[in-house]
């Protein structure tokens, strides 16, 4: 067994970090008959995943996250891929891991902001599919964040928990033609925040932002039952996470964002938006449900 090493950062998901990986894998006269094991972070377990999916055209890989995101979201449902200048993870495969190894020993160094990070997935995890389930994690949140936390059972009946969510529904729908679109939840306008805040705010941070905002779109656009939007938002506040667009952000660059992001025909975008707590709306429309530029920009100011 080798060890190759990434240097930490979602800048090193790129080709040129798949490119090295493989030529060191090809020095070393790898068949394929050899096996990937990612080691890491959502950066790693993307990179290696797609190393692993496209090295002698598929050899097996095996995901050790190390992180709480990884551990709940990236490392299950088989999504590799790399990012490029012309955006993040518009390079990939779908490459389902062998095998998933989760320590939640391994958060015992992981800093607090990325802890907090996690728990916006799993709130979404809640969301979609848990009422009491996201009850359980927002009472919880500030006792796993705090000292000890992090590596104690319950936070790995967590860390479970998510997993069956999300191993459900991709199991259902591994290529995303409809139910995985629930997924999405908080990311269509997470993903603009994160965008438009120059990737200052952390992928979680951001999600946080899209759920909170997102749920208050539903309600407003009469999707959701009243009360949703709150419910959301207090389970993101227990653990410690931003609910709203941070000051100085202008609604305008996050809907110009989302636009270029979705490609929204004829002023509209499609969202994945809950029902209520535990239940998400569109499973006529396949998941989503178009929203105007007009109501967007209602919950954005
Ligand atoms: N494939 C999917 O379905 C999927 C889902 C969600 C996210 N992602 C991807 O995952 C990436 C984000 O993953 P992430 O949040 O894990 O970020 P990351 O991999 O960048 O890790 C965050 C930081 O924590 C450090 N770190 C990792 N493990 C540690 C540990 N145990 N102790 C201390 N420090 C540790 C890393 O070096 C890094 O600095 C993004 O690229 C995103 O696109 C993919
Ligand atoms: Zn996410």
């Known amino acids: 067994m080798d060890i190759l090493t990434i240097p930490a950062g979602e800048s090193n998901k790129t080709r040129?970090?798949?490119?090295?990986?493989?030529d060191q894998m090809l020095a070393k006269r790898y068949g394929r008959d050899s096996a990937v094991i990612a080691l890491g972070g959502g950066v790693v377990g993307d990179l290696a995943g797609f190393v692993a999916a496209t090295f002698m055209r598929g050899i097996p890989v095996v995901q050790i996250p190390s992180t709480l995101v990884a551990m709940v979201d990236a490392s299950i449902g088989g999504k590799t891929a790399v990012d490029t200048p012309a955006?993040?993870?518009?390079?990939?495969?779908?490459?389902?891991?062998?095998?998933?190894?989760?320590?939640?020993?391994?958060?015992?160094?992981l800093?607090?902001?990325?802890?907090?990070?996690?728990?916006?997935?799993?709130?979404?995890?809640?969301?979609?599919?848990?009422?009491v389930y996201l009850r359980e994690v927002a009472s919880g949140a500030s006792e796993l964040l705090s000292a000890g936390g992090s590596t104690s059972d319950r936070m790995l009946s967590l860390i479970v928990r998510s997993i069956e969510i999300k191993a459900n529904i991709v199991s259902r729908d591994e290529r995303e033609e409809g139910l995985r679109k629930t997924l999405n939840f908080g990311h269509t306008i997470g993903h603009a925040v994160e965008l438009v805040s120059g990737y200052s705010l952390l992928h979680g941070e951001a999600v946080a932002i899209g759920m909170a905002l997102?749920?208050?779109?539903?309600?407003?656009?009469?999707?959701?039952?009243?009360?949703?939007?709150?419910?959301?938002?207090?389970?993101l506040q227990s653990a410690g996470l931003p609910t709203d667009l941070p000051p100085g952000f202008e609604p305008d660059a996050v809907i110009e964002a989302v636009r270029s992001d979705k490609k929204g025909v004829s002023g509209k975008t499609r969202f994945a938006l809950p029902l209520r707590v535990g239940a998400m709306a569109g499973?006529?429309?396949?998941?989503?449900?178009?929203?105007?530029?007009?109501?967007?920009?209602e919950v954005l100011a």
């Open 111 to 131: 800093p607090l902001r990325e802890m907090r990070a996690g728990f916006a997935e799993i709130v979404k995890h809640g969301v979609i599919a848990d009422d």
């Open 283 to 297: 499973a006529e429309t396949g998941w989503t449900v178009p929203v105007s530029d007009d109501q967007l920009r």
């Open 16 to 22: 040129e970090s798949w490119a090295r990986l493989t």
């Open 214 to 235: 997102e749920s208050r779109l539903a309600e407003q656009i009469g999707v959701a039952r009243t009360g949703t939007a709150a419910t959301i938002a207090k389970a």
């Open 87 to 109: 955006g993040k993870n518009l390079v990939g495969a779908f490459h389902p891991p062998n095998a998933v190894l989760v320590d939640p020993q391994l958060l015992a160094t």
